[in-house]
């Protein structure tokens, strides 16, 4: 499974950006596609997830702020983001996690994306 993000980019405080994250390959059984930021010297942090559901999951961080959606068709996964502040600043990481074998035996993988670079100024 690949996954390549885009949409990142240089904004200032208070803007908007959307992000993009298209899977391709061993797609067929997706379970859940996220964003993580990496800021730097910190650990690796979930801002959303979406399942193959929709039911959608939120950092308090970025809820009322991020929105994150998906279109199944095209095994891609988006997050809006409004009201950018300086401390959202980081790389940000798409996440995927597929499940493979049959029922009795299922097992599942997680991939990363290559990151994006989100940058906001004051």
């Known amino acids: 499974v690949q996954l390549v993000e885009s949409g990142g980019g240089l904004v200032q405080a208070g803007g908007s950006l959307r992000l993009s994250c298209v899977a391709s390959g061993r797609t067929r059984n997706i379970e859940r596609m996220g964003w993580y930021r990496q800021a730097p010297g910190k650990q690796r942090e979930l801002d959303a997830s979406?399942?193959?559901?929709?039911?959608?999951n939120y950092a308090d961080s970025v809820t009322g702020r991020f929105a994150i959606s998906r279109d199944s068709s095209k095994n891609t996964v988006y997050l809006q983001m409004n009201s950018l502040k300086p401390e959202d600043t980081a790389v940000y990481y798409c996440n995927t996690r597929v499940v493979f074998g049959p029922v009795e035996r299922k097992y599942e993988n997680d991939y990363w994306g290559q990151g994006t670079q989100v940058t906001v100024s004051v």
């Open positions: 979406i399942s193959s559901s929709g039911t959608t």
